[in-house]
């Protein structure tokens, strides 16, 4: 145990200097490359990488705010006093780039503190606190040069900076690459959602006859579907506010109906609320009436359409909205889930109308003009079904991904704090691996995981009527391949329903007999299914690990409501895809599917048509379900090499 650091005010550490140099290019000032506080906030490093914008400057401002490599930028206003002198250092590639407002530098005095120290003491708790309570205002908080330069630093001797500094840029490192992959994760989440969502309410991914809608959006849909405007299916609303400036609208006991506002839209833009039932403000019915505002019925569709643009939600209750809302109130040819989630896959066309616009706003000329996909009524309840269960998936795996980005950035930060204190020595040896160990699942015996999954993957069926050993295999199979859970470890052979592993689908059964789960026995092949036992329900999927049981269950989810037939091509079209890659072979549609037909096993070319296949493979591209020639190759039961050799 070390003890504490000497603690120095900042100002008796750097310079510090708060810039006052604004976005407005002034022709009469000097051409300069500006670092804007979004730069620094979602950043650790201001370097050549970033998209710097174009700015002016005065030859004094460029000599007081012109950055040099050892700077070190922080933020010196925000929303909140807790989220406020975020740092990034500069890197010599950036010199000469201009602080802009909003953002103060830190010149580090180097005979007494190295840049890289003082940038990790910035991030440790202490500092962020002691500059929290040092920030000022109501509504949006900032900080004076006076505030900034009076915050205490931790201040060891010269040499031990450097040297903790070293550590903490070495194995700190590690933990950033994860915490940014995890981003990459949620980021590729959301767009897989928006374009899932697209696929399933325009009937894109359905078999049959397909027609253009005439809806660029939209593309083809089933025929037999039609995509009317929206205001011939369902009745447009907007909402309003009451005069402010009339007492007697707003008195607090009258004020009794609920009042849908951006106050309120973090419901569904943070947390994801498909219906609303309660609201930050009410009005009263004199209010109402002497405005715009309607009282809407439970069951309408609503829309943000000013600042966080785009997001809908379902009415749980009757109530008002305001003027930055437009409503639908649903007639008999459509189902509000349905509309719901067709406008929640409209984000491209709500984005696309905001291109060019001053304000973050749709307007009503265009929301007028919207068109849908339509399907009969029946076909509409499908759909809504499954897309509940998709956004469930989705928001599953999200909320994993989140979580393990809370759980590493929160150790980092213990990391961080206990180094630059000196309150533990071991501090940067020892936290950081518990740090990044902790984010990944404790080894579990290989059957047991294998057992897991296989509990996991019919648990998640349970309610489909028709659901075997031949789906279960493939789902197996593609656990392991796609989503990379090497313990099922598959010996998969090139059998007629596909890649299939006997051997270890015997053994998976055993298992889950005997751990009390699903009882297998009792039939042959595909007249297989699964009887729930005691446990049924109850598995564990911690062996698992929490970010790949996301990815088991999105990928469960994605073939959840697809037949048999389906589930087989979609896994001989992937292990085929995958065995090329596996092979550096060049990869196109026609060989792929001509690899299922002629090279696979004797009895494909009876069972599918290449139209069929040619379907689910766009289908498997549209949803991600895309191999990268990984996992085990599949094991030729026929005379493959004659036709590889074409192939080739």
């Given at each position: 145990?070390?003890?504490?650091?000497?603690?120095?005010?900042?100002?008796?550490?750097?310079?510090?200097?708060?810039?006052?140099?604004?976005?407005?290019?002034?022709?009469?000032?000097?051409?300069?490359?500006?670092?804007?506080?979004?730069?620094?906030?979602?950043?650790?490093?201001?370097?050549?990488?970033?998209?710097?914008?174009?700015?002016?400057?005065?030859?004094?401002?460029?000599?007081?705010?012109?950055?040099?490599?050892?700077?070190?930028?922080?933020?010196?206003?925000?929303?909140?006093?807790?989220?406020?002198?975020?740092?990034?250092?500069?890197?010599?590639?950036?010199?000469?780039?201009?602080?802009?407002?909003?953002?103060?530098?830190?010149?580090?005095?180097?005979?007494?503190?190295?840049?890289?120290?003082?940038?990790?003491?910035?991030?440790?708790?202490?500092?962020?606190?002691?500059?929290?309570?040092?920030?000022?205002?109501?509504?949006?908080?900032?900080?004076?040069?006076?505030?900034?330069?009076?915050?205490?630093?931790?201040?060891?001797?010269?040499?031990?900076?450097?040297?903790?500094?070293?550590?903490?840029?070495?194995?700190?490192?590690?933990?950033?690459?994860?915490?940014?992959?995890?981003?990459?994760?949620?980021?590729?989440?959301?767009?897989?959602?928006?374009?899932?969502?697209?696929?399933?309410?325009?009937?894109?991914?359905?078999?049959?006859?397909?027609?253009?809608?005439?809806?660029?959006?939209?593309?083809?849909?089933?025929?037999?579907?039609?995509?009317?405007?929206?205001?011939?299916?369902?009745?447009?609303?907007?909402?309003?506010?009451?005069?402010?400036?009339?007492?007697?609208?707003?008195?607090?006991?009258?004020?009794?109906?609920?009042?849908?506002?951006?106050?309120?839209?973090?419901?569904?833009?943070?947390?994801?609320?498909?219906?609303?039932?309660?609201?930050?403000?009410?009005?009263?019915?004199?209010?109402?009436?002497?405005?715009?505002?309607?009282?809407?019925?439970?069951?309408?569709?609503?829309?943000?359409?000013?600042?966080?643009?785009?997001?809908?939600?379902?009415?749980?209750?009757?109530?008002?909205?305001?003027?930055?809302?437009?409503?639908?109130?649903?007639?008999?040819?459509?189902?509000?889930?349905?509309?719901?989630?067709?406008?929640?896959?409209?984000?491209?066309?709500?984005?696309?109308?905001?291109?060019?616009?001053?304000?973050?706003?749709?307007?009503?000329?265009?929301?007028?003009?919207?068109?849908?996909?339509?399907?009969?009524?029946?076909?509409?309840?499908?759909?809504?079904?499954?897309?509940?269960?998709?956004?469930?998936?989705?928001?599953?795996?999200?909320?994993?991904?989140?979580?393990?980005?809370?759980?590493?950035?929160?150790?980092?930060?213990?990391?961080?704090?206990?180094?630059?204190?000196?309150?533990?020595?071991?501090?940067?040896?020892?936290?950081?691996?518990?740090?990044?160990?902790?984010?990944?699942?404790?080894?579990?015996?290989?059957?047991?995981?294998?057992?897991?999954?296989?509990?996991?993957?019919?648990?998640?069926?349970?309610?489909?009527?028709?659901?075997?050993?031949?789906?279960?295999?493939?789902?197996?199979?593609?656990?392991?391949?796609?989503?990379?859970?090497?313990?099922?470890?598959?010996?998969?052979r090139r059998e007629a329903a596909g890649p299939f592993d006997g051997t270890m689908l015997d053994r998976v059964e055993a298992g889950l007999r005997e751990s009390a789960l699903?009882?297998?026995?009792?039939?042959?092949?595909?007249?297989?299914?699964?009887?729930?036992?005691?446990?049924?329900?109850?598995?564990?999927?911690?062996?698992?690990?929490?970010?790949?049981?996301?990815?088991?269950?999105?990928?469960?989810?994605?073939?959840?409501?697809?037949?048999?037939?389906?589930?087989?091509?979609?896994?001989?079209?992937?292990?085929?895809?995958?065995?090329?890659?596996?092979?550096?072979?060049?990869?196109?549609?026609?060989?792929?599917?001509?690899?299922?037909?002629?090279?696979?096993?004797?009895?494909?070319?009876?069972?599918?048509?290449?139209?069929?296949?040619?379907?689910?493979?766009?289908?498997?591209?549209?949803?991600?379900?895309?191999?990268?020639?990984?996992?085990?190759?599949?094991?030729?039961?026929?005379?493959?090499?004659?036709?590889?050799?074409?192939?080739?």
């Open positions: 145990m070390t003890a504490a650091h000497n603690r120095v005010r900042l100002k008796h550490l750097a310079q510090v200097r708060s810039s006052n140099v604004d976005k407005v290019i002034d022709d009469d000032q000097t051409p300069v490359r500006l670092c804007n506080y979004v730069d620094v906030y979602y950043r650790d490093r201001i370097d050549e990488t970033i998209d710097f914008a174009a700015g002016s400057a005065t030859s004094k401002e460029i000599e007081r705010f012109g950055l040099r490599a050892g700077d070190i930028v922080i933020t010196k206003d925000s929303e909140t006093p807790s989220d406020i002198a975020v740092p990034a250092i500069v890197d010599a590639s950036a010199e000469g780039v201009v602080c802009a407002y909003h953002l103060a530098i830190l010149r580090p005095d180097r005979a007494i503190v190295d840049p890289r120290f003082l940038f990790w003491a910035l991030r440790s708790a202490p500092v962020r606190q002691a500059f929290g309570v040092r920030a000022q205002g109501v509504t949006r908080f900032g900080l004076t040069i006076g505030g900034i330069g009076s915050v205490e630093i931790p201040c060891p001797p010269l040499k031990r900076q450097q040297e903790l500094a070293r550590q903490l840029d070495r194995r700190l490192a590690l933990t950033e690459r994860l915490i940014d992959a995890k981003r990459a994760q949620a980021q590729l989440l959301l767009e897989r959602e928006e374009s899932t969502f697209a696929d399933v309410v325009s009937g894109r991914d359905r078999p049959g006859e397909k027609a253009h809608s005439g809806v660029e959006w939209i593309g083809e849909m089933p025929a037999h579907w039609t995509a009317p405007k929206m205001v011939h299916v369902a009745r447009q609303e907007t909402g309003h506010t009451p005069s402010r400036k009339v007492d007697e609208y707003w008195l607090p006991e009258a004020c009794v109906i609920p009042w849908f506002s951006l106050a309120d839209v973090w419901q569904i833009r943070q947390a994801g609320n498909i219906e609303v039932t309660e609201t930050a403000e009410r009005i009263s019915e004199l209010g109402m009436a002497n405005s715009a505002a309607r009282l809407l019925p439970a069951g309408t569709v609503i829309l943000s359409r000013t600042a966080s643009v785009g997001f809908p939600a379902i009415l749980g209750v009757p109530m008002a909205v305001t003027q930055d809302f437009v409503g639908w109130i649903c007639g008999p040819r459509v189902l509000p889930r349905y509309l719901y989630y067709v406008l929640r896959s409209m984000k491209p066309v709500f984005r696309s109308l905001m291109i060019g616009s001053t304000h973050q706003t749709i307007y009503m000329p265009d929301i007028r003009s919207f068109r849908m996909p339509l399907p009969p009524i029946d076909e509409q309840a499908e759909i809504a079904d499954r897309l509940d269960r998709i956004t469930g998936a989705f928001r599953g795996a999200a909320a994993e991904i989140q979580r393990s980005i809370t759980l590493l950035a929160e150790r980092r930060d213990a990391v961080i704090t206990a180094a630059v204190t000196g309150d533990r020595g071991d501090a940067v040896t020892v936290a950081h691996e518990t740090a990044v160990t902790s984010a990944v699942p404790a080894t579990a015996p290989r059957a047991s995981v294998r057992t897991m999954v296989a509990a996991e993957i019919i648990y998640r069926h349970r309610t489909v009527l028709r659901f075997g050993r031949v789906k279960l295999q493939k789902l197996l199979y593609l656990s392991e391949v796609h989503v990379g859970i090497h313990e099922v470890a598959g010996s998969y699903y009882d297998g026995s009792g039939g042959d092949g595909a007249a297989v299914s699964y009887r729930p036992l005691a446990l049924a329900g109850r598995h564990d999927t911690d062996s698992i690990g929490a970010d790949r049981l996301a990815a088991l269950r999105g990928l469960v989810d994605l073939v959840r409501d697809l037949d048999t037939r389906a589930a087989e091509m979609i896994a001989t079209l992937y292990a085929v895809w995958n065995d090329d890659l596996i092979d550096g072979r060049q990869v196109s549609d026609d060989a792929v599917i001509e690899g299922v037909l002629d090279d696979w096993h004797a009895e494909k070319r009876a069972k599918f048509t290449a139209a069929d296949l040619h379907h689910w493979l766009a289908w498997m591209k549209r949803v991600g379900l895309t191999p990268r020639g990984t996992g085990p190759r599949t094991i030729p039961t026929m005379e493959a090499d004659l036709f590889a050799e074409r192939r080739e």
